[in-house]
């Protein structure tokens, strides 16, 4: 059965400080680079054709690191960059949630919120469906794409058939894997959600 | 943080060859019962203080073993029961499709399906979201609740503010964990879905 695994990047030092982090490109830390390491021992279970990232280091690193397993290449598609969040980048999640009191809220709320510094979530998932759209299926078997919670929150609603508007209604840590499975007559469903047991010690 | 693991009871000779079950009520078969012992392994490393189970065979033998593991008693509630299926109970669900196309299909649309010998969707909805509702979360931290696909899904669909229609729209395997998270402010949200992992040997 086809499958496709949707990793969200592993932790930088600002997922360790529950900060925003947008666009600003930071490296793994060692928490991170520990994690990335497990994704590719979970994911070497697994056939995987073909990994895709999002141009930024955190999503890259931690892609490496599935392809070292599976002796691929990263493909970098900049459609799975992270929603632009330049208003709150560097914030901790908590401060945001109290200095950008109303903008938070209105986000949150509205997928086609108008909030300069703030990409809506609409916007993410029109480039986040693109993609998932232009997969050669016919070709791949089993994919891996590492992204970012946004993106996959939005793909999860696509896949879902669930209104945008409930985007935060489930979890997806740094780490996990949300896997897909694409049946023969291309109905796409969830097989699982946020799958991070893997992430424990040996 | 308070969480709520919803079980799908483990395997029955009928599920192991992919027969509609509905309220038949079968004793679990020899992989079921392993199941059931990997599924109160991996809920043995939770806090667990309460466990409801749907009052069917399968359902209630899968919580023994979760409640042998925590020293608890299962309490039963009729509320989580499967749904009323005695139009296609023992068919095989591929010959379903091809005998009851029509009614099927019907069922899998419309949540308000009106179909004799089918429990409509809705239906089975009222009921999952009325036991959800009546659960004691100032008394309980950690909720167990096995219960069969029809109901998960539909409890699925409530957390996730997602429409009914979609109810079919992702996986629930036997024997898995989908767990959900209750924050503070009663916000409710979905930590893992279908969760099986742990369905592996020594």
């Known amino acids: 059965m086809r499958k496709i695994?949707?990793?969200r990047h592993a932790n930088t030092k600002y997922n360790t400080e529950k900060r925003w982090q947008g666009r600003i490109d930071l490296d793994l830390d060692e928490m991170g680079?520990?994690?990335a390491k497990r994704v590719a021992l979970r994911l070497?279970?697994?056939n995987v054709d073909v990994i895709y990232s999002s141009p930024l280091k955190r999503a890259r690193q931690t892609a490496e690191e599935?392809?070292?397993v599976h002796g691929l290449d990263v493909v970098i598609d900049d459609r799975l960059i992270e929603g632009e969040l330049s208003l709150w980048e560097g914030m901790k999640a908590d401060d945001v949630k109290v200095k950008f009191e109303k903008e938070y809220e209105e986000w949150a709320k509205n997928p086609r919120a108008n909030?300069?510094?703030v990409e809506n979530v609409e916007s993410v998932y029109r480039r986040a469906v693109?993609?998932?759209?232009?997969l050669d299926l016919e070709r791949y078997n089993g994919i891996v794409v590492v992204t970012h919670a946004i993106v996959i929150r939005a793909i999860v609603c696509y896949v879902m058939k669930m209104p945008l508007e409930s985007f935060r209604e489930f979890l997806i840590g740094n780490a996990s894997i949300t896997t897909l499975v694409v049946h023969d007559n291309n109905w796409w469903r969830i097989l699982n959600l946020n799958e991070r047991g893997f992430l424990i010690g040996d």
Request: proline share 5%; hydrophobic share 50%; aromatic share 20%.
């Open 115 to 117: 909030i300069p510094g």
């Open 33 to 35: 680079k520990w994690m």
């Open 66 to 68: 599935v392809a070292k």
């Open 5 to 7: 695994f949707i990793v």
């Open 130 to 134: 693109d993609f998932l759209e232009s």
């Open 44 to 46: 070497s279970y697994e």
